[in-house]
């Protein structure tokens, strides 16, 4: 060892051990970094070199039984901004500004406030705004949304509701079947360029948003127009608090057309009273008075004590029952059930009633579905008001049989009449046809559901012929239109108000369908205190119905006129001279036409129910092979066949 490294010795050991341990420091600080904190660290620079924007999902869009649009996304943009980090804060307000036309101080109010988030704009429709350099503005952030647009406006508003301002559904259809609707977010990865500006790298992260699900429903848009314009005429006529209608199809329980007036623009929601938006027809309930009285005729008919030709003393309009007067409008003698339920009396039905008992009616109620939700799916349906017949006073009997003392639904009574017009079965009601996701796969349907059987066809027939009867010699004169042999009953009901029922505030309401023997459209109408003297079922309700269902029937092609009273070898002869003359074109013997009256047409039986073209086939003498269940779509022989009486016809159901 030279004198000179003795010399600096400790320096040089003092040297290496401080640039061992700085290189050790250093190995053991790369180490924590990039192994022990290294997940973390990598998250932080991909947090400062990347953004991640949610992609908003597109609403699925709802339409009508034809596949026409009742709602629509528009595109709006929210313009959102951090003041702290913006720097060139007068020239992004002159930028919006020019976008939107609004002042520029309005904008530099909001940039130079201290808070760390401003909103600048919201729902701002701007087709160009993709085009405009606003992203070079660091600070502000761009954020592309849906809004949701109604073409129609007041058209169906209740039933499809409406969204909030970020898109999801708080009323209606749009809330009750909005997971089905909203679809699902995606999202995109982007990364900062040299130039600070956000960019979008080929192979960066990428999910594709899912779209919402499309939803057909069973209303149909012209049906419906007609329904809120004449319900809304209807009103103003009569001077009432609101009107309520709906519109069904009988054989199927699908709702054509559902609406209550006043209503609203669903467009413009926040500047209507929220009463005017709930669907009034399932939430609201009220006495129906008179139309309920069918049931107290289905009791009659099935009471093996009464006949249909047995009279009844309707003591001259005017009966004291135990403790109260029931009056009837006009002043009746013996009357039998078929003239009771055409002229409507209280006093006769209650004399019935008294033979059946109170607890027949109460059954006979629970069968047609009053007191308990009908299943429609949507929300905010209630089950009306029937009490127990344990719990009945001395007059409940007879109040309850004339349609006092009950509270009931539109749809309830409805579905009632459905029930008689199709023959005794009680159906769910369908509102929603079917839901289609972005694959086009149908992920939801409703379908003709029969929640039982009430009565059998033959009383269900009975029933509708007295209901015809209403419309001819009856209370219902009012409802009926020429040639389409309307049936129905109207309905007059007092409110109850103050412990006692009203002598100045009424329910007015009418139901009916069409043609009597097989009724293709159903409709009831209600009007609430409508003024005197269109209080009366057939006075006010009964002329809407008649308005609604002739401009429905001028417009739709669909629905077939009933059959005419030819006999049925006219009917058989008429049928094989239209075969040949379109087959073969010739000129007919008569005795052709003779020989062949033992046989038979076979008739259309695609698009019919299973019951109804049992039915059709054995009216005329057919029997039958049935293949499947639902929507008869194939037969054989094919329609228009001249076949002998007593052949097989084989029909296919899906």
């Known amino acids: 060892m030279t004198k000179t490294y003795l010399k600096y010795r400790l320096r040089i050991i003092v040297l290496a051990a401080f640039i061992f341990m700085s290189w050790a420091g250093l190995c053991f600080r790369l180490f924590q970094v ?51 980090l913006v720097e060139k804060k007068e020239q992004l307000a002159k930028a919006i500004s020019k976008i939107t036309g609004n002042p520029v101080n309005n904008y530099l109010k909001k940039i130079n406030s201290n808070s760390k988030f401003e909103f600048l704009e919201r729902n701002l429709q701007i087709d160009n705004i993709d085009s405009i350099q606003l992203s070079k503005y660091q600070g502000l952030n761009i954020e592309k949304k849906y809004r949701r647009y109604y073409p129609h406006n007041f058209i169906a508003a209740q039933i499809l509701g409406y969204t909030d301002l970020d898109d999801e559904g708080i009323s209606g259809i749009e809330k009750d079947f909005n997971n089905y609707l909203s679809g699902k977010p995606g999202w995109i990865h982007k990364t900062k360029g040299w130039s ?18 499309n939803i057909q429903l069973t209303i149909d848009l012209e049906y419906q127009s007609i329904l809120e314009e ?94 109260i007067m029931v009056n009837d ?27 059946v008992g109170s607890q027949v009616l109460y059954s006979k109620s629970r069968e047609f579905g009053f007191g308990s939700k009908t299943g429609i799916s949507l ?11 344990t719990d009945w006073s001395a007059v409940s009997l007879g109040q309850i049989a004339m349609g006092h003392e009950i509270g009931v639904t539109a749809i ?22 079917q839901i289609m996701n972005y694959e ?53 009901a007092q409110k109850w108000q103050n412990g006692k029922y009203s002598d100045n505030k009424f329910i007015s309401n009418f139901i009916g369908f069409f043609p009597y023997e097989q009724p ?54 008429d049928n094989i001279i239209s075969n040949i003359e379109q087959k073969e074109n010739l000129l007919i013997p008569l005795s052709l036409v003779s020989l062949n009256l033992d046989k038979i047409s076979v008739p259309e039986l695609r698009g019919l129910s299973m019951r109804k073209a049992m039915s059709t086939l054995n009216k005329i003498g057919l029997q039958y092979k049935i293949n499947g269940s639902g929507i008869v779509y194939w037969q054989y022989p094919t329609p228009g066949s001249i076949v002998n009486r007593d052949s097989i016809c084989e029909v296919g159901l899906r």
Not at 202 to 212: C, L, W
Not at 341 to 349: A, D, H, K, R, T
Not at 379 to 389: A, C, D, Q, T, Y
Not at 462 to 473: A, E, F, H, Q, S
């Open 379 to 389: 929300n905010g349906e209630i089950s009306g008001k029937l009490n127990s017949f």
């Open 520 to 573: 293709q459209l159903l409709a009831f109408i209600m009007l609430d205190e409508p003024r005197k003297p269109f209080h009366w079922g057939n006075e006010g309700a009964a002329i809407a119905f008649r308005r609604i269902m002739k401009r429905i029937i001028n417009m739709d092609d669909s629905i077939n006129p009933p059959k005419t009273n030819k006999t049925h070898e006219m009917q058989i002869a």
């Open 196 to 213: 600070g500006e956000i960019q979008h790298k080929s192979g960066m992260p990428y999910q594709k948003p899912i779209d919402g699900s």
């Open 34 to 84: 990039q192994i022990l904190n290294g997940e973390v660290y990598q998250k932080a620079v991909i947090k400062q070199s990347q953004k991640k924007l949610d992609i908003p999902p597109a609403r699925g869009n709802i339409f009508d039984r034809n596949n026409r649009s009742l709602t629509r996304n528009i595109i709006h943009y929210t313009l959102s901004v951090n003041p702290a």
């Open 412 to 433: 309830q009574i409805a579905l009632a009449y459905c029930a008689i017009a199709n023959g005794g079965y009680l159906l769910k009601p369908q509102i929603v046809k």
């Open 230 to 323: 004449e319900l809304n005429k209807r009103q103003l006529e009569t001077n009432s608090i609101s009107a309520t209608g709906i519109i069904m199809d009988p054989e199927t329980g699908e709702i054509l057309a559902m609406a209550t007036t006043p209503g609203f623009n669903n467009n413009k929601f926040n500047s209507t009273d929220p009463k005017k938006h709930r669907i009034r027809a399932i939430t609201d309930q009220f006495e129906p008075g008179s139309t309920f009285k069918i049931v107290s005729a289905v009791s009659a008919i099935d009471h093996k004590d009464i006949k249909l030709e047995n009279e009844f003393n309707c003591e001259n309009g005017s009966y004291k029952y135990y403790t």
């Open 440 to 492: 086009g796969k149908i992920v939801y349907s409703e379908e003709p559901i029969v929640s039982r059987k009430i009565a059998t066809e033959n009383t269900m027939s009975d029933l509708r012929k007295m209901l015809r009867g209403v419309i001819t010699n009856g209370t219902g004169t009012n409802a009926d239109i020429k040639g389409w042999k309307i049936a129905g009953k109207t309905g007059t």
């Open 329 to 355: 409008h006009e002043s009746y003698g013996m009357l039998t059930l078929s003239q009771i339920i055409q002229y409507s009396s209280n006093i006769g039905i209650i004399k019935i009633m008294e033979k």
